[in-house]
């Protein structure tokens, strides 16, 4: 369970195929470490999660583009951590701006993260990425070359 934090969309225009882009999106985020499922809650496709919150991204396809959004969240045991120990007991207060701190930090690069993926999957699907092309060119290539 998260409280959400934040809602982020960007629209990509000429990409239609939804499939595509979530599959090149979940790509680019692996070689960065971050892996991606997919998610169970009706409105969203695919959710990254780890202790300090999660990233649930939808795409929706309209007429000519394709609308990428994300909501990002924190867990709920770390706001309790953040917000209510140090309130149970004052020593807690040090540490828990710790975390904060951390937490801010993780949710910066997170955010980075998923709009530099979104962006590197709009540009690779854009010239062809996805459908192969490149791979059947760099083969003709070496056919002709031989």
Known sequence: M????STNERIFPEILDKNAFIEVFSKEMSKRG???????ESGFDII???FFGEAKIYLT???GFLRFGYRLGVSFLLFAFIIIFPLLDFTYI???AGVLALWILKLILLKSVINEC?????????HGYHTGTEEKKGEEEEKSKS
Do not use: E, F, P, W
């Not at 998260?2 to 934090?5: A, F, K, N, T, W």
């Not at 971050?34 to 169970?40: E, H, I, T, V």
């Open 94 to 96: 040090v540490l828990s």
């Open 61 to 63: 396809q309209d007429s």
């Open 118 to 126: 979104a962006t590197n999957t709009y540009m690779l699907l854009k």
């Open 34 to 40: 971050y892996g991606l499922k997919q998610s169970r």
């Open 48 to 50: 990254y999660s780890d």
């Open 2 to 5: 998260s409280l959400h934090i």
